[in-house]
């Protein structure tokens, strides 16, 4: 099984941007529990969001809540996340990741317990 996150990019504060995992080695994306994670500079990794299958549902961290957007297209065996109104604090390596299912921790630095497989990441830097 392999994940390659691209997209990451230097941009400003307010401007959007788009990732995309592509993943290879695992039958029927739509029915995989994907995820994306991110870490910042001296922070332990979190959970952003993730699509639980055998729910059919997706989560969001408070924080991206109405600002990212997570999405598949299955026929690319890629997943996307759309984030738009970028802030300073969103600086981070963002990863995406699949597995068994998503944490229904608490606290989101627990979200990638469950996840059996990761990309190395993108590096996203939002700054003035």
């Known amino acids: 099984v392999q994940l390659v996150e691209s997209g990451g990019a230097s941009v400003q504060p307010g401007d959007s941007l788009r990732l995309s995992c592509v993943v290879s080695g695992l039958d029927y994306l739509e029915a995989q529990t994907v995820g994306w994670f991110r870490q910042a500079p001296g922070k332990e990794r979190e959970g952003i969001s993730c699509?639980?299958?055998?729910?059919?549902?997706?989560y969001y961290a408070d924080f991206v809540k109405g600002r990212f957007t997570m999405s598949e297209d299955n026929a690319k065996n890629t997943i996307y996340l759309q984030m738009n109104n970028l802030r300073p604090d969103d600086t981070a390596v963002y990863s995406c990741a699949a597995g068994r299912r998503c944490s229904g921790s608490y606290y989101y630095t627990d979200w990638g317990n469950d996840m059996d497989f990761w990309g190395k990441g993108t590096l996203v830097n939002v700054s003035s």
């Open positions: 699509f639980y299958a055998f729910h059919g549902s997706t």
